[in-house]
């Protein structure tokens, strides 16, 4: 049961434009979102995050938004470079759930020139 | 300072064999957590050790398996390999109990080949 999915396996979008990426989760007790970004044979590495309580975090050109009723977020880069381009994956923990993370299938983005 | 260190890199064995993994977390961080990557199938946790305790385990049958050290070190275990177990097997340290910062650290990975 893959309780955090990511629905596009692959995005692509030119240089300069937003980069949309989104994940859906089904457990309503999930209480921390993470984005992850990961280059080939290197390991995830953490980007941004977002509490529950929240709707929206910023840092830099990276958004996270999380529409709880929805049970849906997603992240927005802005503007995109070629230097983003990696595989990005979605991640949900919960509350009292020690460091154990529930990730998405991830999505490929590519920043094309 | 130093990050999260896997041994080794790159590991070819055959069915039925047994294979040890190593992860050495960052100094001072005592929480260690694995997952195996495979194509198709995201991140999927394996287990969590913090003060050399299993706190956390994943779905995944008895043949894999995990130890913390007394200076954080770990190590997984997974004994008759089978050809599925290919995957890149990543740790991840943390310094307190909950991972849901910025210190929640992965290594490079372990890339397992079962031939």
């Known amino acids: 049961d893959q309780q955090v999915k990511q629905n596009s396996p692959s995005l692509s979008v030119q240089e300069g434009r937003i980069s949309i990426l989104n994940c859906d989760y089904t457990n309503s007790m999930f209480d921390y979102f993470l984005w992850y970004k990961k280059y080939p044979a290197e390991g995830p590495t953490f980007l941004i995050s977002i509490s529950s309580i929240k709707d929206k975090n910023e840092d830099g050109r990276f958004t996270v938004f999380l529409n709880k009723s929805a049970k849906h977020l997603s992240l927005h880069i802005v503007p995109s470079q070629p230097g983003d381009s990696a595989v990005y994956f979605c991640a949900a923990s919960l509350w009292g759930g020690g460091n154990k993370l529930t990730f998405g299938t991830g999505t490929q983005l590519k920043v094309e020139l | 300072k130093a990050g999260v260190t896997q041994t080794p890199r790159y590991l070819i064995k055959t069915r039925g064999q047994q294979v040890t993994l190593s992860c050495s977390p960052i100094s001072g961080h005592r929480s260690v957590s694995w997952y195996q990557q495979t194509p198709g199938q995201g991140l999927q946790f394996l287990f969590e050790?913090?003060?050399?305790?299993?706190?956390n385990k994943g779905n995944f049958p008895g043949r894999f398996s995990g130890r913390q050290f007394s200076n954080s070190r770990s190590e997984m275990n997974v004994s008759t390999l089978e050809l599925g177990d290919s995957a890149l097997y990543l740790c991840?340290?943390?310094?307190?109990?909950?991972?849901?910062?910025?210190?929640?650290?992965f290594g490079s990975g372990t890339r397992l080949t079962v031939v």
């Open positions: 991840a340290s943390s310094v307190s109990g909950t991972g849901t910062s910025r210190g929640y650290t």
């Open positions: 050790y913090f003060s050399e305790t299993q706190r």
